[in-house]
């Protein structure tokens, strides 16, 4: 096979930012964490669970979502909670751009 054999639907570079944050919550929950900030997903950022490698595209309002977290990262509803209280505070509003 060869690149040829491809049928690219999108293929671009671009330059990201990537914090690295591992904390354990007031519940006892230890979470290794990378949150990716690009212009690809209009404002929100790429949160990466690295111990299970479970991923979402998410930002604040997607927190207020019931539900959401759990099913993202396949947790139970007290970690989901405490996980969203961490989130929120590095997700920010969206904002769209041009």
Do not use: C
């Amino acid at each position: 096979m060869q690149l040829k054999d491809f049928d690219f639907l999108s293929d671009s570079t671009e330059q990201t930012s990537t914090r690295f944050v591992t904390f354990i919550t007031p519940g006892l929950a230890r979470f290794d964490l990378a949150i990716v900030t690009t212009n690809r997903f209009y404002g929100k950022k790429l949160v990466i669970d690295m111990q299970s490698g479970r991923s979402g595209v998410l930002a604040a309002d997607d927190l207020e979502e019931e539900g959401v977290i759990e099913a993202t990262f396949r947790i139970g509803e007290e970690e989901a909670k405490e996980l969203s209280q961490f989130l929120y505070m590095v997700l920010g509003e969206v904002h769209f751009t041009d």
